[in-house]
């Protein structure tokens, strides 16, 4: 009879995992500590994950379904509502989604998914099929829509300035709060951010659309 592993040892590296990762990054956190206070022996992790590395990108994984769940990417808008507000609740969705939702763990792991962002782990790829590509399908979409005679080029452009501009507020939260303090994203809040970035969105498709 073969004898079957326990059955939540793997949530309970997941819930360690993601405890340590959080609170010391992913270099710092080692398999042996994630196993010590999930009481898993310490080949768990490849068993259940098949590296530390993976385990993190488990980790994100489960952080951005249930903020997926939290915060859905039209924020309850149905296809049929304007583009322009679809466009605001992709920009609501994605803020509070970086940001967190006041967990201090929650917040920690929304910073190592944005520098993710700027330099992807080898593994990261699962993440971006599953979560990230889905995600910005939706937002091309909008921007199509408004802008109709686009080429493809600048509606790509488009979205990157419209992500690039969510994503800044969170990674360069530190630097703003030193520099333009009365601008930082927890001192506006996400709402006031939101729709700040989506009235400089809208202006600049716009402008775009008027050149084609």
Request: proline fraction near 4%; aromatic fraction near 8%.
């Amino acid at each position: 009879m073969t004898v079957q592993p326990d059955s939540g040892t793997k949530a309970r590296l997941l819930a360690a995992a993601r405890e340590h990762f959080a609170r010391r990054g992913v270099k710092e956190s080692t398999v042996r500590d994630i196993c010590a206070q999930a009481g898993a022996n310490v080949a768990a992790v490849n068993y259940h994950f098949g590296s530390k590395e993976k385990l993190f990108m488990a980790v994100l994984m489960d952080f951005l379904e249930k903020a997926q769940d939290q915060f859905p990417v039209l924020m309850g808008l149905g296809q049929d509502a304007p583009a322009e507000d679809r466009l605001k609740a992709y920009i609501r969705s994605l803020l509070y989604r970086v940001m967190g939702d006041g967990d201090p763990v929650n917040e920690k792991l929304g910073q190592l998914l944005s520098g993710e962002f700027i330099e992807p782990s080898p593994d990261f790829g699962i993440v971006t099929e599953r979560f990230i590509t889905p995600h910005h399908e939706v937002l091309l979409g909008i921007l199509r829509e408004m802008m109709p005679t686009a080429d493809a080029r600048t509606v790509h452009l488009c979205a990157a300035g419209v992500v690039g501009h969510c994503i800044l507020f969170e990674n360069a939260k530190q630097f703003i709060r030193q520099m333009y303090p009365d601008i930082s994203l927890d001192k506006l809040g996400v709402e006031y951010v939101a729709d700040f970035i989506h009235r400089f969105s809208l202006a600049g498709i716009a402008r775009m659309a008027e050149h084609g």
